[in-house]
């Protein structure tokens, strides 16, 4: 197999609500929150991974074609566009080649960076959002076991970039462009990363270009 091409998707992630990617604390603070989200270790600014909108795209197309399993899809056929786009999980016996799909890591706009080091350099205050949720007991009403979550806040953006390799002879470029935007339309009807059912993770899609040429979802 030999690759024929290559075509890029850019454009931007807006946050329409807070977005939350969780990452790990490498030390608690009081005051501190209980649920940090993933930052560069040494800009110490929010990203989103290219893994995370990957395996979103991925879930919800699988849904989508009803190949919902405990598992992602690794039948491995000729006529999957998930195994072909995103590769076939788990399976090694598979002749789809690589997979077409590469996702990469999306970092702040020079718009959102450039709001983010006004407000932590000048103003000396976060730029990120803190949600805290409780627990309620239904039988006293009262609030217990709070928690507190990071989030980058509604308006930030983020760059996009993907890429998705076409073969010679075994890819049709068209069928797989458009599945690679169905993708991005139900991540868009859904939510990008962690407590989506609660509100967070809301995004749109902005600017999207295929090749420099301007295409929609």
Do not use: W
């Not at 899809?73 to 080649?97: P, Q």
Request: proline share 3%; glycine share 12%.
């Amino acid at each position: 197999m030999r690759i024929k091409c290559y075509k890029k998707i850019t454009g931007n992630i807006e946050c329409i609500t807070g977005l939350h990617i969780g990452g790990s604390a490498d030390q608690i603070d009081i005051g501190g929150v209980d649920l940090p989200i993933i930052k560069h270790p040494i800009t110490a600014e929010p990203y989103i991974p290219g893994s995370s909108l990957k395996g979103r795209m991925r879930s919800q197309l699988e849904k989508r074609l009803g190949k919902v399993d405990r598992e992602p899809c690794g039948c491995g056929k000729t006529d999957c566009l998930v195994c072909k786009v995103f590769g076939a999980h788990m399976n090694t016996r598979h002749e789809l080649g690589g997979t077409r799909l590469i996702v990469r890591d999306a970092h702040l706009s020079e718009e959102t960076r450039s709001q983010y080091s006004k407000i932590v350099n000048e103003k000396g205050v976060s730029y990120l959002d803190k949600k805290v949720e409780n627990i309620i007991d239904r039988k006293t009403g009262t609030a217990k076991h709070p928690r507190s979550q990071e989030r980058v806040p509604s308006g930030a953006k983020f760059d996009l970039e993907l890429v998705l390799q076409i073969y010679y002879d075994v890819d049709e470029e068209n069928e797989l462009v458009a599945f690679v935007k169905t993708g991005l339309k139900e991540v868009e009807n859904t939510y990008l990363g962690g407590y989506g059912s609660r509100g967070c993770g809301q995004v749109k899609f902005n600017d999207l270009k295929l090749d420099g040429i301007a295409i929609t979802l």
